[in-house]
């Protein structure tokens, strides 16, 4: 544990030998939500107890359901695009996924009410995947300071919580339909080529409640070049369905069963790499997925305020992957990916003395992984075969109000993996709220966290064959765990009803990066870019990050300003894919009388090197979303807009371009709502 151990130590003494503590008062005004401030929601995921915004102490920024309906947000990444510093990057499957403080996907870890998503690539989760009409709301934390979360949240965790029953009956139907013009891979600008079809049903009783929601995404893919066969956009299908079922014989207890389905069809043209004498050959690229998950669980409330709750989670998933020439008449490769995750959790809240909460927690972790040729009805060629890892993890926080301006949450999290054996990761946040200006709400708050990512199944073993492309990337066994020291400091401003302003300055120290890397050897034997998972001993992630929100009579204005300094520590090169500068802007505009919203949002990113030499760079970028929302009545609302409207993408034929790889897309759409 070494210094980070030293100082949580430190400072968990310190605290509690010179800090006068809290009486119960204090505590009670400290934990509710009686400050009038315009952020008023609840927060969980850094302390995963409830605390409102402005007195988390550990920073979480939120995006709220007020937003993503505002945004017209189909999904997780749509939701996700004007959170400040966040990158949303293409993965290798006709998805996106999320980088935090420069730390790639395979460092953040998503987790839905609090329960972990598999990765459908990579160790990465497609945020595609992830309708967005059952969320209330989705928590962002940055850095590894949190002792709550473990391996994957390196980087930061994003937390996508559920809506819950607020009335005795409530439903929502969102219906909406979109073209990407002369870019719809059929050629007619005029077809609805994106469809969507979202519902959500509740109802709530005194005993219990029931809430089911669908969310059903469809679309016939598009092409930046109508000159060429290959199509930048899958066409296909994905949808969501989920249910929660709750009972609650008392107002403190609740016993449910939530299970999720999510499935997906999706297809590419694409044409092969170049053979002479041969040619160009046209295939599609065929995905079909699935998964499963079911999780039983219960909590309770104490009358001092503790509260134990415990989960019980599975989840399956599968996926089968075709490469098909389409002169021929067979499939000429298919493949199949399940893996399997079991996931048993038990949490303990419990309020000590008068200024003391402690969390604690146990938690059993299980995950297989199978790879084969095939389907699951045929007879199996297995790349991987019953590869499994099981972890023990314990974590023990505690919340510790000293006076009415001092928070101080030391904790620690420990994991005892089958494969890498034990470790510890010790953290701390601390919040200070001063009384500097009158009528001002200002934090400031400090984290040091010791992060620790053991290697999935995935990079130890898994086979991502893209040879039609050109490339392979081949797992690796022997593997060793990232270890990262995470530094956070923030300052926040707000006033109610007016402003809110905030500057954090972060650096993320990592040893053993995975990373993947040509292996020249295997390439000049295949002929194919063969790119092997290892580890690449030292990086560093630093910047500032400025974000702030004006409220104005009828606007909301927001923007944001992210400096990302990134350097591999053995060679001095920055690392790929990081672009040094990030701005995001936000105008958001209500009529009252005539019940209007208009929304103007724009990102900036500078340039990035496409390779890790710094030979090749990405240009710099810029979007533009416009969004336009009508009530009709009290129940019915229609919506439009145009995303990307200056047409802003990438060269299809160069392969360093790393802009946008969506063109402008307009589309119309209604919502009913009770």
Do not use: C
């Not at 709301?137 to 029953?165: D, F, Q």
């Not at 290959?230 to 107002?251: F, H, V, Y």
């Not at 314990?394 to 928070?407: K, N, S, V």
């Amino acid at each position: 544990m070494g210094h980070l151990a030293l100082i949580t130590l430190l400072m968990w003494v310190l605290a509690l030998m010179l800090f006068k503590p809290a009486s119960a008062e204090e505590i009670l005004k400290k934990t509710s939500s009686s400050t009038a401030v315009e952020l008023r929601g609840v927060v969980i995921t850094g302390t995963r107890t409830e605390k409102p915004i402005l007195e988390a102490p550990v920073r979480t920024e939120v995006v709220s359901r007020q937003q993503i309906e505002k945004t017209h947000a189909r999904d997780v990444k749509e939701a996700l695009e004007d959170v400040p510093g966040l990158m949303l990057k293409p993965n290798q499957k006709s998805g996106f996924v999320a980088w935090l403080q420069g730390m790639d996907a395979n460092r953040v870890l998503v987790v839905i009410d609090g329960e972990p998503v598999s990765p459908s690539t990579g160790s990465s989760v497609d945020l595609t995947q992830i309708g967005s009409m059952d969320i209330e709301r989705i928590e962002i934390v940055k850095g590894a300071t949190s002792a709550l979360y473990g391996s994957n949240a390196m980087g930061g965790v994003i937390n996508i919580i559920t809506r819950r029953p607020s009335k005795p009956l409530s439903y929502q139907l969102t219906v909406d339909g979109g073209s990407y013009g002369d870019k719809n891979l059929s050629g007619d600008g005029s077809e609805i080529n994106n469809r969507r079809l979202a519902a959500n049903l509740a109802i709530k009783r005194s005993i219990g409640y029931l809430k089911l929601n669908a969310d059903l995404r469809d679309k016939n893919g598009y092409t930046l070049d109508k000159n060429t066969f290959r199509s930048e956009g899958e066409g296909g299908s994905k949808g969501n369905i989920n249910l929660r079922a709750a009972w609650t014989p008392d107002d403190k207890t609740e016993i449910y069963i939530a299970p999720r389905y999510y499935q997906e069809s999706i297809s590419n043209n694409i044409l092969s790499v170049f053979t002479p004498g041969v040619g160009y050959i046209k295939k599609q690229k065929n995905e079909e997925a699935s998964r499963i998950s079911a999780t039983l669980g219960a909590k309770h409330l104490f009358d001092n305020g503790g509260q134990l709750r415990g989960w019980l989670f599975r989840e399956n998933w599968q996926d089968i992957t075709q490469q098909d020439v389409i002169s021929t008449p067979q499939v000429d490769q298919q493949r199949t990916a399940e893996i399997d995750l079991y996931r048993a959790e038990l949490q303990w809240d419990r309020p000590w003395k008068e200024n003391h909460v402690f969390t604690s927690g146990l938690l059993f972790r299980k995950e297989t992984l199978d790879q084969y040729l095939g389907t699951p009805s045929q007879v199996r060629d297995y790349e991987v075969e019953g590869e499994k890892k099981e972890t023990i993890e314990a974590y023990l926080q505690d919340d510790i109000f000293l006076g009415d301006q001092w928070e101080l949450v030391p904790g620690i999290r420990i994991e005892d993996d089958s494969q890498f054996g034990f470790y510890a990761a010790p953290k701390i946040n601390a919040m200070y709220t001063p009384d500097w200006i009158p009528g001002v709400v200002i934090n400031l708050r400090m984290g040091i966290g010791r992060g620790y990512r053991s290697p999935d199944l995935k990079e130890q073993y898994y086979v991502f064959d893209h040879s039609q492309l050109g490339y392979k990337v081949l797992g690796d066994p022997g593997l060793k765990p990232e270890r990262s020291d995470s530094y956070q400091l923030g300052l926040e401003f707000a006033r109610p009803g007016a402003f809110r302003a905030d500057i954090t300055l972060y650096r993320n120290n990592i040893r053993n990066l995975i990373d993947t890397r040509i292996n020249l050897k295997q390439s000049a034997q295949t002929g194919l870019d063969i790119f092997v998972y290892e580890n690449f001993a030292r990086a560093l992630t630093q910047g500032i990050e400025l974000s702030g929100n004006l409220y104005l009579e009828a606007f909301d204005l927001k923007g944001s300003y992210t400096l990302l300094d990134s350097e591999d520590r053995i060679t001095g090169k920055t690392l790929r894919e990081r672009p040094r500068h990030q701005v995001k802007l936000g105008a958001d505009y209500e009529h009252r009388p005539w019940r209007t919203t208009v929304t103007l949002h724009s990102v900036y990113q500078s340039k990035e090197y496409y390779d890790v030499d710094n030979l090749l760079e990405s240009p710099a970028w810029t979007s533009w979303d416009l969004k336009l929302t009508q009530a009709i009545t009290q129940r019915i609302k229609v919506f439009g807009g145009i995303d990307n409207l200056t047409d802003e993408h990438r060269i299809p034929d160069v392969r360093e371009d790393n802009r946008p790889a969506t063109g402008r897309f307009f589309y119309l759409g209604f919502t009913v709502e009770k």
